[in-house]
């Protein structure tokens, strides 16, 4: 399977403060996070409040990660049918929009929803497994927002898997 055709335009001011296009090209490449998992990072940040200054390629950054103390990390996520499990919790709140194919996302409880191309998910720090059980990959856009730990009753949720 082909890696899903995105484009990633990216804006920044040249120097004399007028706005420009500093890139204009195909999200590549994706890389595998897990078997059937496949990430291209858009954009991160790695403060709070975001930091618009310079020029440096903010999706390059180095590393495997799923959240960033005190930042962003704006991703595609293609997930392949048969994607290997990984039932993981982060100290995160995730924005994510299904862009095309079917997936579903699996509770720690065995509850599951169903999304599909043009729904959208609130991913509030809750333990959870992608499972494509479709025949096409899925494609989600994600921007994954670094969060405090879930405090439920007298517990303190942390991330896990």
């Known amino acids: 399977m082909d890696a899903p055709k995105i484009r990633r335009v990216i804006t920044g001011h040249d120097a004399q403060g007028k706005a420009k296009v500093l890139m204009d090209e195909a999200c590549l490449p994706f890389k595998e996070g897990r078997p059937g998992a ?13 930091n618009n200054d310079g020029h440096a390629d903010a ?16 991703r595609i996520l293609d997930f392949r049918p048969g994607i290997q499990q990984r ?24 509850e599951e929803v169903h999304l599909k191309a043009g729904d959208v998910m609130v991913q509030r720090g ?6 494509n059980r479709g025949t096409e990959s899925c494609v989600m856009s994600i921007v994954l927002v670094y969060a405090k730990p879930v405090q439920a009753g007298e517990q303190t949720l942390n991330a896990v898997g």
């Open 59 to 74: 999706g390059a950054r180095e590393g495997r990660f799923t959240m960033i103390e005190n930042g962003t990390v704006f």
């Open 126 to 131: 809750t333990v959870h497994n992608w499972i």
């Open 87 to 110: 039932v993981h919790r982060t100290d995160t709140i995730d924005y994510i929009t299904v862009l095309s194919g079917e997936i579903d996302m699996e509770l720690e409880t065995g």
């Open 38 to 50: 496949f990430v291209s990072n858009i954009w991160t940040t790695d403060v709070t409040p975001a």
